[in-house]
């Protein structure tokens, strides 16, 4: 088993961006308790919505520029960087204001089609918010390219503490949520100037250097990746859209505060990501397909380890947890949805996109993440009669296990290897046996009359000590 867990160390600077973007997640995490626990439901259902409507545009308008970034700016040098810089934030600022002014036009329809008269003003009061996010998108990529991952921390750290008050004071002191965005707006806005100024002090002094064929080419770079992007955004966030347009604000915050990204698993996922994708394209290209099928199987091991029993514990506790952390019986309804959100946790023991984009396989991803969308849409539609919002998640994790099984099979045959050089059945089962004995000792914990944290804690630490023991014996 120790074999399984020596991955080797991630380097200095893949630490430190992780730790930035943990540090955003719990940012994240803590908003949505307070939201929850100050305002009430159809007031966070509200709040919920213009976060979402935001998020839904900026992910999909961004198109790519960060990632071409990555891709161009190593290979640029001296006044050529600069002119890349400057030509990437003004891609950026006209994408921001084309989409802004369409924010702004679209926010009516958006709040009737979301049964939500109270989101127009909202959403038009948050299209600067809007815009910054999108114009200060590049500042993360620029500074990790030249090396200063370390001011990108700095960065994050001060603006999420920003962005924390931004929503939190206003909302303890019962303040509109107009005024929450407009503030939003005013930090992001300062994000993006304190970016650009950093970015320029950190690349060559000389005047800039404008290329109209680097130009075309980064056009030509982001616009597929955009296009990819578009179908992914609209298939990952399709569940909340259509609780949004099905149901009430105050059912849209049931659902919201249901499908959580739990914190930590997503910096886990990058951080394996970020460590194995090399080493995968390299054994690749060089045809070394024994060793693909042993990193592979590993790595999903490995990650396996940490998912496997989050998975049980969690599903065994939900219930604990919400009463807990939201402090309202009304969130109680978000259970049956956190649970089948959960499902999606065992299949993220590999990064199937990452690995299909290392093989070379892009087609492939994007034919998933269609067969995905239309897949996702179907079943929703299908189970949201007879299940209410819960239909809508099933809906969404079926279609996602399906586009799993489907990229597998797709690595499977590109790597020319058997399943069992790809993927360890035998530990799979000792994970999930390991996991099963950890769960009797929580049942005594769940019945026993203690305080609800009291409860939580004992039945944590138990499953932790009897799943180490179980995994240490079963492994042995």
């Known amino acids: 088993m120790m074999n399984y867990l020596r991955m080797g160390a991630l380097s200095k600077k893949v630490g430190v961006v992780s730790f930035a973007r943990l540090f955003l997640s719990l940012n994240n995490f803590f908003i949505g308790i307070i939201i929850a626990r100050a305002l009430t439901e159809e007031l966070a259902g509200t709040y919920n919505q213009v976060i979402f409507v935001i998020n839904l545009f900026s992910m999909i308008f961004i198109f790519g520029v960060p990632t071409s970034i990555y891709y161009f700016l190593p290979s640029l040098e001296g ?45 038009r009061m948050a299209s600067l918010f809007l815009f910054t996010i999108v114009a200060s998108s590049f500042g993360d990529a620029i500074l990790i390219t030249v090396n200063r991952h370390k001011a990108m921390a700095a960065l994050t750290f001060v603006f999420t503490g920003l962005h924390f008050s931004a929503v939190a004071v206003p909302v303890l002191l019962r303040q509109p949520l107009i005024t929450v965005f407009l503030l939003l707006g005013f930090v992001n806005l300062a994000k993006f100037i304190v970016s650009f100024i950093l970015c320029d002090r950190f690349l060559p002094s000389e005047p800039p250097v404008f290329s109209r064929a680097l130009f075309i080419q980064q056009a030509a770079y982001i616009i597929p990746l ?31 505060y249901g499908a959580l990204e739990i914190p930590l698993i997503g910096i886990l996922i990058s951080s394996v990501t970020s460590v194995i994708i090399p080493e995968l394209a390299r054994f690749k290209h060089e045809g070394r397909w024994e060793e693909f099928g042993a990193l592979f199987r590993k790595a999903s091991v ?52 990452a690995i299909l984009f290392a093989l070379g396989r892009t087609r492939v991803v994007i034919i998933g ?5 239309f897949g996702n849409l179907a079943l929703s539609l299908a189970l949201v009669g007879p299940l209410g919002p819960v239909g809508v998640a099933l809906g969404l994790v079926l279609a996602t296990i399906c586009q799993a099984l489907f990229y597998l099979f797709v690595i499977k045959g590109a790597a020319h290897i058997e399943w069992r050089k790809l993927l360890d059945a035998a530990a799979f089962g000792r994970i999930i046996g390991s996991c099963i004995l950890a769960c009797a000792p929580c049942f005594i914990f769940l019945h026993l009359p203690l305080p609800g944290l009291a409860q939580l804690a004992g039945s944590g630490l138990a499953f932790g000590a009897f799943y180490l023991l179980s995994l240490r014996f079963l492994f042995k």
Not at 310 to 334: E, T
Not at 369 to 373: N, P, S
């Open 79 to 123: 006044r050529a960087r600069k002119g890349f810089f400057y030509q990437s934030v003004f891609i950026l600022c006209a994408i921001g204001v084309l989409i802004s002014a369409a924010f702004i036009f679209l926010a009516g329809w958006i709040g009737g089609k979301f049964n939500n008269p109270e989101l127009a003003p909202l959403l």
């Open 226 to 256: 955009g296009l990819n992007s578009v179908i992914d955004v609209v298939s990952k966030d399709l569940d909340r859209t259509l609780i949004s347009y099905l149901f009430n604000p105050k059912e849209f915050a049931v659902y919201h």
């Open 302 to 353: 490995k990650t396996a380890v940490f998912l496997f029993p989050l998975f049980c514990f969690l599903m065994m506790l939900a219930p604990q947890i919400y009463v807990f952390v939201y402090k309202k019986a009304s969130y109680l309804d978000s259970v049956p949805i956190f649970r089948a959100y959960l499902f999606m946790l065992p299949i993220r023991i590999v990064p199937f996109q």
């Open 369 to 373: 993440a269609l067969v995905d969308l």
